[in-house]
């Protein structure tokens, strides 16, 4: 695929994935349509070697996998982890806010965001929602709906710099529970329209904590949302919402060399691995002399931990693992030797070197925009490369003529971390952690460099396509 057509599709993928759920819904479809069967945790599954199929858990981690034709029970899997979650606001249990005149939405972080980014922004809210459906005879079914307002409805002004004269020789420090507090409205022009009534300024501030959804909420977000979803307010039970940013992404700078976007932190992985995917298995062919398993796992809290359910610290990937190896034999035996045989690649962004930043990197550990995929080392396991997952991530590089970089944090500086660890240390697999080189990580609008859209997607389909033969030849442990 040529990088314009990538680029262009990625920006697809990311404009329609302003939510986890919804950067799960919009896999789902490419899965779909590529040829990929659904299959429920909920359900014992027959599968079939030279098949494709996936599963998602509470619609914000999906799984994805190809069996190859050659595959046995006890070979390898050559997995792609990333994340669909990103730091964002999202909407509290009670979000209903009146003061000063203003209707406002309550809102906790979520994550390590730059929260200043997300004052002056024209921003809308999107996620899911559960939804009572009255039936024929008088039954009732529940169930979730994606929802997302087009319309920038919110926004979260700053302080005059007239009221606020050192913010620029003291820095910009808002107190995220009294301040990052989005505006919806006017009371008082929710009135002359006649919009469903809210509450007056009496409340003094204060959040209502009775449990109907009118009270909870402001009536006219609800309307808003209702409307969106072609129902009435009162069907919707609960919902899961975050504020979001209408600027679109897209393809900038002089040159047309950046993406300006949010999510990419990390949408960008989470593109590039399941088209990679995607693309290494779009015909039968490509299956023919696969003796493993390819798979991509996008999994959900990532940014907080990923200590969930549907996180990676959860059993999600043993059980996919697990799943598919006894559909094939009833030995429990042959996952353990599958999960020696296998190889995750964690895929999260990476810090590209910042021109006005310098000496935040180590000087012989810059990434540089254009140049490829990271590798992260780091001695303490905040990473989980080593010599020997670094030295195949970097010999399919060398034979497809792919760039590669390394990082390295300096010694004087908190590491961060990734899905990598957590899933090595669980799972007992091998491990090298690798991501894009990007700027502006985890603010509300970032930037990374088309060419390493490219390389990552390229990298990526090279990793499912020669795993197997190269991993034959690399003697460790006997």
Known sequence: ???????????????????????????????????????????????????KYFFTRNYSTIVAFAI??????????????????????????VSKITKGGFLEVG???????????????????????????????????????????????????????????????????PNTQTQLVPLLATAIKAELNKMPAEDSELDGGKMCTQTSSKSKHHPLLMEIIANALGCKPEEICD???????????????????????????????????????????????????????????????????SNSAQGAGSPVMIDAMSHITSCFSSDTKVLKKAIQKSLLVSADMAHALHPNFMDKHDENHQPKMHGGLVIKHNANQRYATNALTSFVFREIAEKHNLP?????????????????????????????????????MHSIREMCAADDVKHSYDHFKAFFQEFTHLDAKLTVDV
């Open 404 to 440: 590669v970089q390394d990082f390295v944090v300096r010694n004087d500086m908190a590491c961060g971390s990734t899905i990598g660890p957590i899933l090595a240390s669980s799972v007992g697999i091998r491990t090298v952690d690798v991501g894009a080189p990007q700027l502006s």
């Open 107 to 173: 809102v906790q972080t979520y994550g390590g965001g730059l929260w200043y980014t997300w004052f002056d922004r024209d921003l809308t809210v999107a996620g899911r929602v559960v939804l009572k459906e009255e039936k024929a005879a008088g039954s009732v079914s529940y169930s979730h709906r994606l929802v997302r307002i087009e319309d920038p409805i919110m926004r979260i002004p700053t302080l005059a710099i007239h009221l606020d004269r050192n913010v620029n020789s003291e820095g910009f420090k």
């Open 239 to 305: 919902f899961e919402l975050q504020a979001c940013d209408t600027q679109p992404s897209i393809l900038a700078g002089a040159a047309k060399e950046f993406i300006f976007s949010g999510r990419l932190d990390n949408l960008c992985m989470s593109f590039c691995s399941l088209k990679a995917l995607i693309d290494a298995t779009s015909s039968e062919s490509d299956l023919e002399e696969e003796s493993g398993i390819r798979m991509v796992a996008l999994f959900d809290h990532e940014e907080v931990g």
């Open 68 to 93: 190859g034709h050659k595959y046995v029970a006890g070979n390898g899997f050559h997995i792609i982890g990333a994340h669909t979650d990103s730091p964002c606001l999202k909407l509290k249990p």
């Open 1 to 51: 695929m040529d990088k314009s057509s990538l680029v262009s599709d990625f920006l697809s993928f990311l404009n329609a994935s302003p939510t986890a759920f919804h950067a799960v819904d919009e896999s789902k479809k490419r899965l779909v349509k590529a040829g990929y069967e659904q299959v429920s945790e909920r359900d014992d599954w027959e599968l079939e070697a030279g098949k």
